[in-house]
């Protein structure tokens, strides 16, 4: 998870979450964290919305706005931090269940229609999760003003990409892990680096 100050706001902060395990797994998902004038006030909850589309029993549909104000009733400055949102923010995506949650609190829950589907149907729900790390990974690079800006790699940072994994991963020519515990740890040096990068200036260079 990464999370910068905006650039004219200093209560405004954008952020991106990347979910490396679970459901989620590879979902890329941009948020802005809003704190308000009177943060950090008793009862004065921040405010975290999701600008990549989110299917979650714990985001508004439309809005995609998380629920803090469900998670933390009561805001308490004293117990309650930012740290403390981009826990529970992270945590979201590796519910496994509801049970430990009452009745009351499901009600409150801002999307009862995922939270219905992932009680009756787990495949129907996986599917509607499927969907929406896709169109996570496709609207990556829509910045929409955020100081959190993804650029397409040109053919040169493929190019260096798929060379360091060469040199230094696991992987054989075809880009398969070898297994090879030996190909394991090895240490990436600054000259190493420069010879690659010289190398594919040579090779743009020849074409």
Not at 94 to 101: A, G, I, P, S, T
């Amino acid at each position: 998870m990464y999370l910068v100050p905006s650039y004219d706001d200093l209560r405004l902060f954008h952020g991106v979450i990347f979910v490396r395990r679970g459901s989620y797994t590879n979902g890329i998902y941009k948020f802005t964290l809003q704190c308000p004038p009177t943060y950090n006030d008793q009862q004065t909850h921040p405010k975290v919305t999701f600008s990549s589309y989110v299917y979650s029993p714990h985001v508004n549909a439309d809005t995609g706005e998380i629920d803090l104000s469900t998670a933390y009733p009561t805001w308490d400055p004293s117990k309650h931090f930012l740290v403390t949102v981009l826990t529970y923010l992270k945590r979201i995506f590796y519910v496994k269940d509801y049970k430990e949650l009452s009745q009351e609190q499901r009600n409150k829950l801002p999307n009862q229609e995922a939270l219905n589907l992932f009680q009756t149907d787990q495949e129907g729900y996986r599917r509607r999760v499927n969907q929406c790390v896709t169109e996570s990974q496709r609207s990556i690079y829509l910045n929409d003003g955020s100081t959190l800006n993804f650029k397409e790699e040109d053919s040169r940072h493929v190019l260096l990409r798929d060379m360091m994994k060469q040199k230094f991963n696991t992987v054989d020519s075809s880009g398969t892990p070898t297994g090879k515990v030996e190909d394991v740890a090895k240490v990436v040096t600054q000259e190493d680096t420069m010879n690659i990068i010289q190398q594919i200036a040579q090779q743009q260079g020849a074409h």
